[in-house]
């Protein structure tokens, strides 16, 4: 197989990836807020860089939320083939849904600071 091929074969899993988080529960939840955002944000005269903001804070959060997912993957991994207890992975666990929760705060606050005041 080429370079080529591998390189392009790599977009094929990468999909997949992207699909299979996005059939997990929380990731429903990021993709309705983010069509309330894009939503909201159509309704309001934004910038093109207010624009460009939103839209990268968006690819933040869905990408702390594929890493969470991909490193509550591997723990289950883990957990299972060693025989160990929710316990024994719950650190990297509860540190992956912090980078989310952090994520998801700093990008609602940011948020406020655009939409806020063009409300007012």
């Known amino acids: 197989m080429s370079p080529t091929q591998k390189f392009i074969r790599g977009f094929g899993h990468a999909s997949r990836g992207i699909g299979f988080a996005f059939g997990q529960r929380n990731m429903k939840i990021h993709v309705a807020a983010t069509i309330g955002v894009l939503l909201f944000s159509a309704l309001l005269p934004l910038s093109l860089t207010e624009w460009f903001i939103v839209l990268i804070l968006v690819g933040l959060v869905w990408t702390a939320e594929i890493l969470n997912t991909a490193i509550e993957c591997l723990a289950n991994v883990?957990?299972?083939?060693?025989?160990?207890?929710?316990?024994?992975?719950?650190?990297?666990?509860?540190?992956?849904a912090g980078a989310v929760l952090t994520t998801s705060i700093v990008a609602a606050l940011i948020g406020l600071i655009i939409f806020v005041p063009k409300l007012l």
């Open 78 to 96: 883990v957990r299972d083939s060693n025989k160990l207890s929710y316990q024994a992975t719950r650190d990297a666990r509860d540190l992956a």
